[in-house]
Structure formats: C-alpha cells, structure tokens
C-alpha cells in the first residue's frame, strides 16, 4: 500500500511564501500524475494544482493561477506557494494517481493515493 507524507505546513503572514512537500514511499513519483488538493472548513475539496504522468501538463485553479507551483523529482511532489492570502487557508493533500494519466486533471476520482494532509494558516 503506497503511503504519502506531506509536510511543510504551518502558519503563515499574508503575502508571505510556504513550500509543502510529499514524500511517498515505494513508487517513483516522477512516473505517475499527482496532485494537490485544499480543503477549507465548511468548504468541498479542490483541486490546486494538477500534473500529469509525463510532467509535461499541469493544471492549476484560477485562484492559485500566477502563485504557486507543482514541481517533482523521482521521491517527492513539491507545491511553492508565494503571495499567500488568508483565503488560501486549508489542509492542503498530495495524491498520487495513474501512469496512464498523461493530461493533468484535478479530479480527484484520478487518483487513488492520498495523504493526510497537512494545514497551512494564512493570518497575521
């Protein structure tokens, strides 16, 4: 069973700059799409920022568009996020999904692999 860890969360001033990681263990994650997601209290899940299989696509909301970025290497899947807003305050989730999935998506029905999650508190 692939487990993933993210860490990197924590509490953050606005306009201010946090880099989460995930770290799976077993797989190499260069591989696979994997994922981003956030969820904020008393709000569904989204999708942040999306790659795919291949790395050669990512997708990113509209609202993270310009500000943060999905990078990866062969064990881990980073998200920067710069210029942080109190809104962007959630538990943000790394997933890991399928080889055959070569065009980013954030449908989280892609992917079978998640993390706890790990808070990240935009406030000053």
């Known amino acids: 069973q692939l487990q993933l860890e993210e860490s990197g969360g924590g509490l953050v001033q606005p306009g201010g700059s946090v880099r989460l990681s995930c770290a799976a263990s077993?797989?190499?994650?260069?591989?696979?799409?994997v994922g981003w997601f956030r969820q904020a209290p008393g709000k569904e899940r989204e999708g942040v920022s999306c790659?795919?299989?291949?790395?050669?696509s990512t997708h990113y909301a509209d609202s993270v568009k310009g500000r943060f970025t999905i990078s990866r290497d062969n064990e881990k899947v980073y998200l920067e996020m710069n210029s942080l807003k109190p809104e962007d305050t959630a538990v943000y989730s790394c997933?890991?999904?399928?080889?055959?999935?070569?065009?980013?998506?954030?449908?989280?029905?892609?992917?079978?692999?998640w993390g706890q999650g790990t808070q990240v508190t935009v406030s000053s």
């Open positions: 077993g797989i190499a994650l260069d591989a696979y799409a």
């Open positions: 790659m795919g299989s291949t790395g050669a």
């Open positions: 997933a890991v999904g399928s080889i055959w999935v070569v065009q980013a998506t954030c449908n989280p029905q892609e992917y079978a692999y």
